[in-house]
């Protein structure tokens, strides 16, 4: 039988959301990816720790603490494969909503906000304190998505991430346009791959996987005030929800 390859899990600052995504694989499929991986470390779902060398490393949450860098850097040297997975690990994520706040700490911590454990930077990606091989994006990741990415990795192909908007999702699911029915949308410059199931629900695309690669953001804000219907100020910060780092008009 060949040897399984070495899989940890590491969160930083995070919900946890994509952890538990994970865990919600299911029995068929997670036992069966268990034939071909071994667990070695996995905080939401198993107590043991490594120090050895792993094959594949997912990262969890934003890299928002100066202070976790060297774990990082350590995870970076034990690891053959670095792959972030959830938005807070990919773009910075919901995190970065606090890099344009300055007085967050105060109104919710109040008189506790300059205790030593609350010292934080801007929310950042991943891939700004480490070099990150493969991203899987969304808040939280899709599970399907997820195992796709993994089985790739098992079999040697380079895992596929989509470059194209939700827009392409949603049509091959023939989705009515949210534009068509008075609405606003993000998806025409938001990373597919999710297939599109907000516009399908009968709500916008917020961007939640981050932008396509070189989006074009002033037609996005255009689209939004003349198709949208919303404010030129409003158009602006709308998808600063999870694409703040990235929104080139602020
Ligand atoms: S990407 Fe979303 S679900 Fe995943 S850890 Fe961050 S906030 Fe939680
Ligand atoms: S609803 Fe949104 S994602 Fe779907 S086609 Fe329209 S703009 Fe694109
Ligand atoms: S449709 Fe947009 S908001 Fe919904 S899951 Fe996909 S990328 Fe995220």
Redo the contacts with the bound molecule.
Sequence with gaps: MSKKVKVAFFDFTSCEGCQIEVTNLGEPVFMGLLDHIEVVEFREAMSEQTKEQIDVSFIEGSFSREADRKRLEDIRKRSSVVIAYGSCATIGGINALKNHQNDYKQAVYGKDAEMPHLDSAKAKPISEAIKVDYNIT??PIDKNEFARIVSDLLHGKTPFVPNYP?CV?CKMRETVCRYHLGDHC??VT???G??????ADGVP?????GFVDHPNQEALTKVLIEKGGLSPDRAKTKSRMWTSNYRSEQ
């Design positions: 969304g808040c939700v999702d993000l998806g938001a990373r597919a999710c297939g599109a199931p907000c516009p695309c917020e961007a939640c996987r």
